[in-house]
């Protein structure tokens, strides 16, 4: 039975634990596309185990299912890897900037100087979703970037500089890369 106590043997045949630089826990699970996190204790997680804990042709109350979580959150922060979690946007070692979409495959996108790569599988940064997180749409092989001047309330001149201060940006981030600027007045349209 599935009792507290064997939770590593559970969780270790679907995944592993880890833990984030805010000491959330995870279960990081492999499949098709890149590594999917569960964060210990959510509703997702709470199906997964439940799903799992049937597979095995078990059961627990409600009570036994809490001790048993509570037991995997232990082990995670005794044994669990410390990894970094990021939630959309993570910036890599060498300064390349990776993009979660957060679509069925956890596909992600890369962008570096010169280059923008779709990770389909294989990639190790790890990206949490949360229940509110909407998947981004797959970006285009080519477009254009006067497709964006309609959002945004600015003089054509401004929309160059904008247009050219956001790719810069995107290709050579040093530091904080998650904040745009304040445009003033022009930023309820911006965000239509």
């Known amino acids: 039975m599935a009792q507290p106590g064997n939770s590593g043997q559970l969780v270790n045949s679907v995944g592993r ?12 699970t492999s499949g098709i596309g890149n590594p999917v996190l569960y964060r210990i204790g959510t509703s997702e997680f709470m199906a997964l185990l439940r799903r799992l804990i049937r597979e095995r042709g078990e059961n627990l109350t409600k ?27 993570a910036q890599r070692a060498n300064g390349d900037i990776v993009v979660a979409l957060h679509d069925d495959r ?18 190790e940064t790890l990206f949490y979703r949360s229940s509110s997180a909407l998947a981004m749409v797959m970006p285009a092989a080519a477009g254009s970037g006067r497709l964006l001047a309609k959002y945004l309330n ?3 001149v401004a929309f160059t500089l904008y247009l050219g201060w956001i ?13 745009l ?5 022009g930023r309820r349209s911006r965000h239509r």
């Open 106 to 123: 956890n596909t992600q996108v890369l962008i570096g100087p010169g280059k923008v790569e779709i990770l389909a599988s294989g990639s």
């Open 181 to 185: 600027p304040d445009l003033g007045a």
């Open 154 to 156: 600015l003089h054509a």
């Open 63 to 89: 009570w036994q299912l809490k001790e048993f979580v509570d037991e995997l959150y232990a082990q995670a922060e005794h044994t669990g890897e410390k990894v970094t979690v990021a939630r959309r946007v």
């Open 167 to 179: 790719t810069y940006t995107l290709a050579h981030a040093k530091g904080r890369f998650d904040q």
């Open 17 to 28: 634990l880890v833990i984030d630089q805010y000491r959330n826990a995870y279960l990081v």
